[in-house]
């Protein structure tokens, strides 16, 4: 769908629907741009790309409190290629796949599913977890995660001999929809079906709010596409990611 047409699902442009939505409350910015507070993360949207968007965008990439860089980072979900104005840089480009639940597939989410019965039991993760989280998020990269990600939804773990091995949580949060995110797995602790039973579990959390759960992917990350798939995911559309900044 072309950027200059008018959005017709709020998941062909979920941050900037989550910010003007159900986390308004956390936005930063005005006008034709929205942003996440940096300690939360460096997701951000527009309503399409355009150069007062990009104007708009510039004052939030800016200086910020925490490392005290210059510019940070922003990261965008595009339904084109980025069409970068002068003063901004692309460090890194790329393709996500969307994927959303579909109630009528077969699915596990009705119930508990038989072959995780026997694993540890999930447990939510508060403010006293932030430094284990951190420490998993930045061994397995599962995407942007900062002191106070946690604070965009719940956040499942699981623990093994006092150390987090595996979680996963809640991102975006907009109308009839939030997004599961952080999915991680501590490579010592990866085939248990760890990823599988958080998933289940906060989709089932989000299921339960009457809300529709929905994920982001790499495209060539086909090992967990399949798990999404087995648990009742289709993929919905590619977006284009691009992190940029202002300079």
């Keep these: 769908m072309s950027a200059s047409h008018c959005v017709a699902n709020p998941l062909d442009n979920p941050i900037w629907h989550a910010l003007t939505s159900d986390q308004s409350h956390l936005a930063e910015g005005a006008g034709q741009a929205r ?5 939360i993360g460096p997701l951000a949207g527009l ?16 200086k910020d409190s925490v490392s005290g860089k210059l510019s940070d980072q922003l990261v965008l979900f595009l339904d084109e290629p980025p069409h970068l104005p002068s003063g901004w840089v692309l460090d890194v480009g790329g ?33 006293g977890d932030i430094p284990a989280m951190l420490a998993l998020t930045r061994l397995c990269k599962p995407g942007p995660f900062r002191q106070n990600t946690h604070q965009l939804g719940l956040y499942l773990g699981i623990y093994q001999e006092g ?46 709010r009457g ?7 790499r495209p060539d990350n086909t090992g967990a596409i399949r798990v999404y798939e087995a648990l009742g995911f289709r993929q919905r559309r590619l977006f284009h990611l691009a992190v940029i900044r202002a300079v």
């Design 163 to 208: 150390h987090l091995v595996a979680m996963s949580g809640e991102r975006l949060n907009l109308s009839g929809y939030t997004e599961i995110s952080a999915v991680c797995t501590h490579p010592d602790y990866q085939g248990r079906g760890y990823a599988r039973q958080l998933i289940h579990a906060v989709a089932r959390q989000i299921q339960a």
């Design 95 to 127: 393709e996500l796949t969307q994927m959303v639940f579909e109630p009528e597939w077969p699915n596990v989410l009705k119930g508990p599913a038989d072959d995780l019965v026997s694993s540890p039991s999930p447990v939510v993760l508060g403010e």
């Design 211 to 217: 809300k529709t759960p929905f994920l982001h992917t």
């Design 35 to 39: 942003r996440y507070p940096h300690d």
């Design 47 to 62: 309503p399409e790309q355009s150069s007062e968007a990009y104007a708009d965008l510039a004052p939030l990439s800016g």
